[in-house]
């Protein structure tokens, strides 16, 4: 079965400090791309991050890093120096290229960062 | 480049209504998905076109909604009769799956309904 797990459903954080969020995942599938959404309240799902399950290197956008464990099939978000913008609901995502492009979603982990 | 397009981005209607929602992808996108989010929960896939074929429909309430993609471009979703569970947002997503994409969900703002 295709799964994935967010397993803190809420989290906050002081502005300016670091947060990480946790993203556990099943398949059976060896190609896939990993992702983690943003959706702030009442807005449009947006892309934070995306990961290439063939590559090693951890990806890095600005603040957003993950920390990408295959063999664990973990996939966890460090968002760096917190902002206000950064509240919002966070969803870690799969696609299976090979199965029909399908998408797995997490249930997600509601961000609040606190001034 | 145009973002996905969803329209009407609101909608209230008595339960046993009937109600449509358009879709609009991103221009060359030929993978196109319908999700709906109720609130404080994760999209949950309801049917997935590949052009104008459908590829994933095993979570769609056929008794209930449809969805068209007849030219492979644009898509409809309906649903007929509408139950006060079928509040939530209606969300309309695509992606680039040919050469040169990048495996991206693309999101609409999303269509909210509200069922009386």
């Known amino acids: 079965a295709q799964t994935v797990t967010q397993s803190q459903p809420e989290m906050s954080v002081q502005e300016a400090e670091t947060v990480t969020l946790s993203c556990t995942y099943d398949t059976s599938e060896n190609n896939y791309y990993l992702f983690w959404y943003k959706q702030p309240p009442s807005r449009q799902m947006i892309l934070v991050i995306r990961?290439?399950?063939?590559?090693?290197q951890n990806a890095t956008e600005n603040r957003f890093s993950v920390n990408f464990q295959k063999a664990a099939k973990s996939f966890s978000l460090k968002i760096s120096d917190s902002q206000l913008g950064d509240t919002a609901m966070y969803f870690c995502a799969f696609m299976t290229p090979n199965t029909g492009n399908q998408f797995y979603f997490g249930t997600g982990t509601s961000l609040t960062v606190i001034p | 480049e145009a973002g996905v397009a969803q329209s009407p981005r609101y909608k209230i209607i008595e339960k046993r209504q009937s109600v449509a929602f358009w879709c609009n992808p991103i221009s060359g996108h030929a993978t196109l998905y319908w999700y709906q989010q109720i609130l404080g929960q994760g999209p949950k896939l309801l049917i997935q076109?590949?052009?104008?074929?459908?590829?994933?429909d095993s979570q769609l309430p056929k008794d209930r909604f449809s969805a068209e993609r007849l030219k492979g471009v644009d898509s409809t979703l309906k649903i007929q009769p509408a139950k006060l569970e079928d509040s939530a947002v209606y969300l309309c997503a695509s992606t680039h799956t040919g050469q040169g994409g990048t495996g991206e969900l693309f999101f609409g703002e999303g269509s909210r309904l509200t069922v009386l």
């Open positions: 990961q290439e399950a063939y590559k090693q």
């Open positions: 076109f590949q052009n104008n074929g459908v590829v994933d």
